[in-house]
């Protein structure tokens, strides 16, 4: 099986163990048999965005080659983050695991679930700062 398209995927934990979380969540995308898990940034410890009132996040990049489409990345995403127990609760509040598909090759999407590129990763220094990290050696 040829992994053909590469893809970056933001996590961010603020709840719980939160490196623990992280690298709970990157384990779980390496046992994914359609993806590999190329490179993973240093972890990061930033403030809340949007919604201030809640706990410190820890936040990675990951780079993955895959053969999954998009929105079959961005299912098994969403089933991680259910495995990790995520509840969604408040917008950009609390949360135990998040994964974004911040960029994958250089494909747009505009689709009710997903858009990509990422719409607000140039904004965010949280993705901004392990996204240059993981594409250094590119």
């Avoid at 858009?115 to 392990?130: A, T, Y």
């Amino acid at each position: 099986m040829k992994l053909e398209h590469i893809a970056y995927i933001g996590l961010g934990s603020n709840l719980g163990n939160r490196v623990s979380n992280i690298k709970k969540a990157v384990k779980l995308l390496k046992i994914k048999q359609e993806i590999r898990v190329e490179k993973t940034s240093s972890l990061y410890e930033t403030e809340p965005e949007g919604y201030k009132n809640q706990p410190k996040f820890i936040n990675a990049v990951t780079r993955i080659k895959t053969i999954l489409k998009p929105h079959k990345l961005l299912s098994k995403c969403k089933d991680i983050e259910k495995k990790l127990k995520r509840k969604r609760t408040k917008r950009w509040g609390p949360r135990i695991i998040d994964l974004d598909i911040l960029m994958y090759d250089s494909i747009k999407v505009k689709s009710k679930r997903l858009v990509l590129p990422h719409p607000r990763m140039n904004k965010r220094k949280f993705v901004l700062e392990p996204l240059k990290e993981v594409l250094k050696d590119k």
